[in-house]
């Protein structure tokens, strides 16, 4: 049933870092079109396609002139030679404080490497973003909690770190042009063109009743993605191509009062057209040794979908297509000590579904990716791949799950998971102990399906997405409420779920779904907690039976904590910010409250949820509550 294809080595390339333009329409439009993200698009895995460019610098700028008018002559932009801007919208590791206090950290990927996050604590303050204020709360001991300091911002906040009494905040923000017409009323004021910008503040919280500005940069485009490790915060940016008086506008660093304007003969670039171009940076910025000049890289190609970032190499994803097919190019630059260079790239075929299809384990790059031929009738299908550090293809299983989309993926030292999805739920069991052989060594089929999974130790696995209900007319199921499985893949031939919990009817959602910093888990303290949106069915209103594709009504909003060990789940308690319906709005399937628990956190023995308007703070173990602060 499954293919399997040795790869034979490819010939290393010097090839571009590809980083992301979300910001354009012809981006939008080519992932609406061809369904990237949903039907998951990829290349006939038959083909073994392998798509290499030639990194180069532009020689000059009359070069850089002639390659855009090259590469921007397809129809994403308005006409006679205007340009438009879309403009942006808006694991748990213990750590310890001077009194040696556990607390929670982000849920992330890679240990080591810190993901930004609208809510972060040093064991002592809580940091909550919201909108274009930052809140200090001092938080521990809860008998002490209260408000302590608010940060406002030119832009919207899209996350925050914070590491050794530093706060460092990343916001969205635009800068206007504009062209007085005969007065200085707005109405006489012609808006010339708006550029995307990225604010990274970095605060000293030593004191964080009183936080001090200590370094303010600003880099050209819009926010992508970022990552800390150690004393450096690595942003990465793109900046849409756009003209003023017919000539391009470059990008832009500004650190200080120090402005540097990319020079044209420093941009690595493709020498290929693309119809999504646009100038992306990667930026190193010292948090700490505030004097250290800015590194950065500037680069001009098209869309990247996602990043994975190890201690010392970011991976960036780019999907590529051709005449009846997808494939991701990918791009690995190497960072240390604030220093970036980029390495070296390769290709596989099909597309990626987000970060956690990708990892690097021991000296290779590991990557999950579902293909489909969009132009012919070849099935959707799920394939891993292994890749040396020269990014090429050395191993690689193809052709799991036909008609199936994959829904999650996760590596976990020698193993891949995969789960993939379309009327039962297949979790595949992927042996890479030998890089250049990857077997399938087992799978399991039960309802429902995973959205996101997370590893609770070497031999279990916590899978949290929807179940389902088969549906009688067509080879589909009907989602329904939200399902917590744990998996026992000690015996790797036969894995099994050991438990399993259900959580409401179709319509109950939880951010953990699309986002993985919503969810805390610590197996130390057999703990697990996530948000929960609860619709439920009633049932009265339908004599007849309940149909599958029945949507509940929304009665609930909060946190779900569960005890969780590798014998089973079991439901702790609840905890909820919304007292009275007057906290909440909710019309059909629509719902928003601003008490709604977006996070939660640990410190000590208290347990932390946190919502726009409230801080709630509750004994970790019985979950009484013992205070709370309303936020202003």
């Known amino acids: 049933m499954f293919n399997r294809r040795t790869f034979k080595p490819q010939i290393k390339k010097k090839l571009a870092l590809v980083l992301p333009i979300a910001l354009l329409l012809g981006t939008s439009l080519f992932l609406i079109y061809f369904n990237v993200g949903n039907d998951i698009l990829s290349s006939n895995p038959s083909t073994g396609m392998q798509v290499h460019m030639t990194l180069t610098k532009f020689s000059s700028y009359e070069e850089l002139i002639s390659f855009l008018n090259r590469s921007l002559s397809f129809p994403w932009f308005l006409g006679n030679g205007d340009r438009f801007v879309l403009l942006p919208a808006a694991g748990i590791e213990a750590k310890f404080t001077a009194v040696s206090i556990d607390y929670s950290r982000t849920n992330i990927q890679v240990e080591g490497v810190d993901e930004d996050d609208v809510v972060k604590t040093d ?47 990343i916001s969205n923000g635009i800068y206007s042009y504009v062209k007085n017409m005969e007065s200085n009323s707005m109405e006489k004021r012609e808006i010339l063109f708006v550029e995307p910008i990225v604010s990274v503040l970095i605060y000293d919280v030593e004191n964080a009743e009183a936080p001090i500005l200590v370094r303010n940069a600003t880099i050209s485009g819009a926010y992508f993605n970022s990552r800390m490790i150690e004393d450096y915060v690595y942003v990465l940016t793109s900046f849409p191509i756009h003209l003023r008086d017919e000539e391009p506008i470059l990008p832009e660093i500004v650190d200080g009062k120090r402005a540097i304007r990319v020079d044209p003969t420093s941009i690595y670039y493709s020498n290929k057209s693309d119809f999504c171009n646009a100038f992306t940076t990667i930026a190193a910025i010292n948090i700490q040794n505030i004097n250290e000049p800015i590194a950065y890289e500037t680069f001009l190609f098209g869309y990247a979908s996602c990043i994975y970032v190890s201690l010392n190499n970011i991976y960036v994803a780019v999907p590529g297509y051709s005449e009846s097919s997808g494939i991701t190019e990918i791009h690995r630059i190497r960072i240390e000590d604030g220093k970036i260079k980029y390495e070296v790239s390769g290709s596989v075929p099909g597309l990626v579904l987000n970060q956690f299809s990708m990892d690097e384990y021991c000296g290779y790059f590991r990557i999950a990716t579902t293909t489909n031929t969009w132009m012919g009738d070849s099935p959707i299908v799920s394939n891993v791949y292994v890749l040396n550090m020269s990014l090429a293809v050395i191993g690689g299983v193809e052709g799991l799950a036909p008609g199936e989309r994959m829904y999650s993926a996760r590596f976990m030292g020698d193993r891949c998971y995969l789960v993939t999805f379309k009327k039962v739920d297949p979790l595949f069991v992927i042996g890479l102990e030998d890089p250049t052989d990857p077997k399938v060594l087992g799978k399991l089929k039960i309802p429902g399906y995973s959205d996101y999974l997370h590893p609770y130790d070497k031999n279990h696995l916590i899978g949290i997405g929807k179940w389902t209900v088969e549906a009688e007319e067509r080879d ?40 993985h910093k919503a969810l805390l888990f610590d197996r130390g303290l057999n703990i697990l907690t996530m948000p929960i949106l609860l619709a439920e069915i009633d049932e009265s209103k339908y004599p007849n039976g309940v149909p599958p594709n029945t949507y509940g009504d929304y009665v609930w909003q909060g946190l779900y904590v569960f005890t969780i060990t590798e014998k089973g789940i079991s439901l702790r308690g609840r905890i909820t910010h919304i007292e009275s319906p007057d906290d909440f709005l909710k019309s059909g399937y629509w719902f928003y409250s601003e008490y709604a628990i977006e996070r939660a956190l640990y410190i000590g023995n208290t347990l932390y949820t946190i919502s726009n308007k409230m801080i709630k703070m509750n004994d970790l173990e019985s979950l009484e509550e013992i205070s709370s602060i309303k936020l202003p």
Do not use: C
């Open 123 to 169: 064991g002592e303050y809580i940091y909550l973003a919201l909108g274009k204020r930052v809140l200090i709360v001092k938080a521990y001991p809860p008998d002490e909690a209260r408000f302590s300091a608010e940060i406002h911002v030119d832009g919207v906040v899209s996350g925050i770190f914070v590491s050794d009494r530093r706060l460092i905040i």
């Open 476 to 515: 589909f199921a009907w989602y329904q409420g939200i399902k917590i499985s744990l998996f026992d893949v000690s015996d790797v031939e036969h894995p099994r779920e050991i438990d399993s919990i259900m959580i409401g009817d179709r319509g109950t959602d939880s951010p953990v779904l699309h986002n």
